[in-house]
């Protein structure tokens, strides 16, 4: 099987700043907010195509992208209730950089892969005292922190670059032996390959068919259009998005998602280790990261999917599932003391539409940790739900994108920065924040992890604390209004990371070891705290990666208030 490909180059583009030092805060915020007060407004529009239609004022833009106008009014008060985040005090008036930003600037500067001479990602990691295996390569999923830090920095050219380098890798054949993949996938990572010799540079892509374990990385494609959202967003120029081949690429990606089948559920089927847990961790069927990425990625794409011929039919089908995604997610993955202690006393073996216990949940499957766990006042979305099985430990990533897509209501979003506070030494600890809590040992990680020895307990996806995680945590904590909440985590990463050469991760019940086979400076450790420290800074920044609740979606469950158990 040949998976060399060669990718034209790109248009030109100016690339001479990326060799830059991070611009000075000051020059940068004048333009910045520029955009940011638009995107900021449009926050308030909701998804739906009869909301987004633009009014007759906005004339003279682009007709066919009548959702990215922006109706805005620069007189428009925010709402400091809604949106206290970004009441943060721009506290940042004769604001000192902490010394680590520069050095993680010239860290992951270092880290940009070039391709034909243009910047076309960043490298997994630059670490060459381990084995590289892949993370030599650029990941899709990895380069979406650098990607926002460049954004943030007013350098949107290598994001470009990525997005059409990546649209054009995702136009090859792929197969694994003599079994064709789905047109739409994305690649998980990409690498140049130079050859010295004829002097010629080439890409390689990898689709899951070198991937250990051989999976497709479901999460790609989805970052790509919540990639190709920010982009919009941040820069204001929707021509990217408009290309015939992005909207081609982004309907690709959609048909993979959205084909009919035998599903009875909105949520999307999945294998095992298809996203950024990509080994065999027990989140096959329902994983809560696939579904909050899939319901950020549907948003995204409604945003940025023309109204034409084609797009138009997957607007509507886009519109329903997210109807059906957003009432099964809140109602059946989402847990907090009322919904636990009624999964308690559920009854089984319940036949026809009246049953309470849908699922067929038998309560005697309720792992004892989450009574313990399970604070009087938070909650979370669990990390599976599929016939008889709830899997009911706590993912960082799925929990932090079901905030900033709103797919959880408001009051979700609440119960989950609760939890997250009142079980502050269990999530952060030492080092923010686990992937997962709790970890899997003995008999179940030998069954569950099939007795894998990268993830043995507290290590790595098996509850291993991830610094990455940083910029996911901080965009949650805006939006929450709680950017206190954040300025702790990244206190606790700044007393470690630089010191410790930025590990990709830590093991350990609070987080306290460099993981056993962390990579020293993983780039999007680096990329995740810079961007971390951006929003911040300037919290106007979460435009870029948040979506406001659609009026339209309204909250079907409500956060449960009977708080003594
Ligand atoms: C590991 C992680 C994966 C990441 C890759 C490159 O395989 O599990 O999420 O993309 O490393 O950093």
Same mark, same amino acid.
């Given at each position: 099987?040949?998976?060399?490909?060669?990718?034209?180059?790109?248009?030109?583009?100016?690339?001479?700043?990326?060799?830059?030092?991070?611009?000075?805060?000051?020059?940068?915020?004048?333009?910045?907010?520029?955009?940011?007060?638009?995107?900021?407004?449009?926050?308030?529009?909701?998804?739906?195509?009869?909301?987004?239609?633009?009014?007759?004022?906005?004339?003279?833009?682009?007709?066919?992208?009548?959702?990215?106008?922006?109706?805005?009014?620069?007189?428009?008060?925010?709402?400091?209730?809604?949106?206290?985040?970004?009441?943060?005090?721009?506290?940042?008036?004769?604001?000192?950089?902490?010394?680590?930003?520069?050095?993680?600037?010239?860290?992951?500067?270092?880290?940009?892969?070039?391709?034909?001479?243009?910047?076309?990602? =960043?490298?997994?990691?630059? $670490? @060459? %005292?381990?084995? !590289? #295996?892949?993370?030599? *390569?650029?990941?899709? &999923?990895?380069?979406?922190?650098?990607?926002?830090?460049?954004?943030?920095?007013?350098?949107?050219?290598?994001?470009?670059?990525?997005?059409?380098?990546?649209?054009?890798?995702?136009?090859?054949?792929?197969?694994?032996?003599?079994?064709?993949?789905?047109?739409?996938?994305?690649?998980?990572?990409?690498?140049?390959?130079?050859?010295?010799?004829?002097?010629?540079?080439?890409?390689?892509?990898?689709?899951?068919?070198?991937?250990?374990?051989?999976?497709?990385?479901?999460?790609?494609?989805?970052?790509?259009?919540?990639?190709?959202?920010?982009? =919009?967003?941040?820069?204001? $120029? @929707? %021509?990217?998005? !408009? #290309?015939?081949?992005? *909207?081609?690429?982004? &309907?690709?990606?959609?048909?993979?998602?959205?084909?009919?089948?035998?599903?009875?559920?909105?949520?999307?089927?999945?294998?095992?280790?298809?996203?950024?847990?990509?080994?065999?961790?027990?989140?096959?069927?329902?994983?809560?990261?696939?579904?909050?990425?899939?319901?950020?990625?549907?948003?995204?794409?409604?945003?940025?999917?023309?109204?034409?011929?084609?797009?138009?039919?997957?607007?509507?089908?886009?519109?329903?599932?997210?109807?059906?995604?957003?009432?099964?997610?809140?109602?059946?993955?989402?847990?907090?003391?009322?919904?636990?202690?009624?999964?308690?006393?559920?009854?089984?073996?319940?036949?026809?539409?009246?049953?309470?216990?849908?699922?067929?949940?038998?309560?005697?499957?309720?792992?004892?940790?989450?009574?313990?766990?399970?604070?009087?006042?938070?909650?979370?979305?669990?990390?599976?739900?599929?016939?008889?099985?709830?899997?009911?430990?706590?993912?960082?990533?799925?929990?932090?994108?079901?905030?900033?897509?709103?797919?959880?209501?408001?009051?979700?979003?609440?119960?989950?920065?609760?939890?997250?506070?009142?079980?502050?030494?269990?999530?952060?600890?030492?080092?923010?924040?686990?992937?997962?809590?709790?970890?899997?040992?003995?008999?179940?990680?030998?069954?569950?992890?099939?007795?894998?020895?990268?993830?043995?307990?507290?290590?790595?996806?098996?509850?291993?604390?991830?610094?990455?995680?940083?910029?996911?945590?901080?965009?949650?904590?805006?939006?929450?209004?709680?950017?206190?909440?954040?300025?702790?985590?990244?206190?606790?990463?700044?007393?470690?990371?630089?010191?410790?050469?930025?590990?990709?991760?830590?093991?350990?019940?609070?987080?306290?070891?460099?993981?056993?086979?962390?990579?020293?400076?993983?780039?999007?450790?680096?990329?995740?705290?810079?961007?971390?420290?951006?929003?911040?800074?300037?919290?106007?920044?979460?435009?870029?990666?948040?979506?406001?609740?659609?009026?339209?979606?309204?909250?079907?469950?409500?956060?449960?208030?009977?708080?003594?158990?």
């Amino acid at each position: 099987m040949d998976t060399l490909c060669t990718v034209a180059e790109c248009n030109e583009c100016d690339f001479s700043k990326l060799s830059e030092k991070p611009r000075s805060l000051n020059m940068d915020r004048e333009r910045q907010r520029s955009f940011d007060e638009r995107s900021l407004s449009e926050l308030s529009i909701g998804f739906s195509p009869r909301v987004m239609t633009r009014s007759a004022d906005n004339a003279n833009a682009n007709a066919n992208f009548s959702r990215l106008v922006i109706d805005h009014n620069p007189d428009a008060p925010f709402s400091p209730g809604r949106r206290s985040g970004f009441n943060t005090p721009r506290s940042l008036i004769g604001y000192e950089p902490h010394p680590m930003v520069g050095e993680a600037w010239d860290a992951l500067r270092r880290s940009l892969v070039y391709f034909r001479g243009n910047p076309v990602g =960043t490298i997994a990691a630059l $670490d @060459s %005292s381990e084995e !590289e #295996l892949n993370y030599d *390569q650029v990941f899709v &999923r990895d380069f979406v922190p650098s990607a926002l830090a460049f954004l943030m920095n007013g350098e949107p050219e290598i994001v470009k670059n990525f997005i059409l380098k990546t649209l054009r890798l995702q136009s090859w054949e792929k197969k694994i032996d003599r079994f064709q993949l789905g047109e739409g996938v994305m690649p998980a990572s990409f690498k140049v390959l130079h050859d010295p010799i004829r002097n010629t540079e080439t890409l390689i892509a990898d689709f899951g068919e070198s991937a250990i374990g051989r999976v497709a990385p479901v999460d790609s494609g989805f970052w790509w259009i919540i990639l190709l959202r920010a982009y =919009t967003k941040s820069t204001g $120029d @929707s %021509s990217l998005a !408009e #290309l015939p081949e992005c *909207q081609k690429g982004m &309907r690709l990606i959609l048909s993979l998602c959205l084909s009919e089948g035998f599903d009875t559920f909105p949520t999307l089927l999945c294998a095992d280790g298809c996203c950024m847990i990509d080994r065999r961790m027990g989140v096959y069927g329902y994983p809560i990261e696939i579904q909050a990425l899939f319901f950020m990625a549907l948003r995204c794409a409604l945003v940025l999917l023309k109204q034409d011929d084609e797009g138009k039919e997957f607007v509507e089908r886009i519109v329903k599932r997210l109807h059906a995604l957003n009432y099964h997610m809140r109602s059946y993955f989402w847990l907090d003391l009322k919904q636990l202690n009624d999964i308690y006393r559920y009854k089984t073996e319940e036949y026809s539409h009246t049953a309470v216990n849908k699922f067929n949940v038998i309560p005697d499957s309720l792992p004892e940790w989450v009574f313990d766990f399970m604070p009087i006042r938070g909650g979370y979305f669990i990390g599976n739900v599929s016939p008889a099985k709830m899997d009911f430990r706590w993912f960082a990533l799925g929990n932090c994108i079901a905030i900033l897509s709103s797919l959880a209501t408001e009051e979700q979003s609440n119960a989950i920065m609760d939890l997250i506070e009142s079980r502050w030494e269990e999530l952060v600890g030492e080092m923010p924040i686990k992937v997962c809590y709790p970890a899997i040992e003995s008999h179940d990680w030998r069954i569950i992890t099939g007795c894998d020895p990268k993830n043995t307990r507290w290590s790595y996806h098996n509850g291993g604390s991830w610094p990455v995680l940083l910029w996911l945590l901080t965009a949650a904590c805006i939006k929450t209004g709680r950017p206190q909440i954040a300025r702790r985590a990244i206190e606790l990463a700044e007393s470690r990371l630089l010191k410790d050469s930025w590990p990709e991760y830590y093991d350990g019940k609070l987080g306290r070891y460099i993981g056993k086979q962390a990579r020293k400076f993983q780039t999007w450790s680096i990329a995740g705290y810079l961007v971390a420290k951006m929003m911040l800074e300037d919290p106007s920044h979460l435009g870029m990666i948040s979506l406001e609740e659609d009026k339209q979606l309204k909250p079907l469950l409500r956060r449960s208030h009977s708080w003594t158990f």
